[in-house]
């Protein structure tokens, strides 16, 4: 897909021509614009072309896939972590996660409605895999505040 840092591929396990990438992005000549070429990316014919789904966040680690309700979630260093109920083509900000350095999030193996985020900074999240509407947001980054 163009970009410098492939962090992780995901392999859709109902259908393997289907593939996930998380990249993080490049910095910009000018050293000034938002990094470019990161966040996640699509495939549909195994690796072939890609689709840039996710560019907000240009530096996404990690993909994970619950497959009790079919759902991929991704996490990364912007203080955002994102859930797709659509197999990967549109991905939501979890409202309430705002702690930068995400590494993984895994599904709560008791409980589908639940997850940890695993951070790079030693800590771990819990917290409802919808995320909380409620949620005091203490991160605001322009480019990941869904208008």
């Known amino acids: 897909p163009g970009t410098n840092g492939p962090t992780c591929i995901v392999i859709d396990p109902e259908n393997t021509d289907r593939l996930l990438l998380s990249a993080w992005g490049r910095t910009t000549a000018s050293g000034f614009s938002p990094d470019k070429g990161g966040g996640i990316f699509l495939s549909k014919d195994n690796g072939n072309t890609w689709k840039q789904v996710l560019e907000k966040d240009q530096h996404i680690h990690d993909i994970t896939f619950d497959a009790r309700n079919n759902t991929y979630y991704a996490c990364g260093f912007e203080g955002s972590a994102y859930r797709s109920d659509d197999q990967g083509e549109t991905w939501i900000r979890l409202k309430g996660y705002n702690f930068k350095w995400g590494k993984r ?3 709560d193996p008791g409980d589908p409605e639940k997850i940890f985020i695993l951070t790079f ?10 995320g909380d509407e409620n949620a005091a947001e203490d991160i605001v980054t322009p480019i990941l505040v869904k208008k």
Do not use: T
């Open 121 to 130: 900074g030693g800590g771990v999240w819990y917290g409802s895999a919808k």
């Open 105 to 107: 999030v895994d599904p």
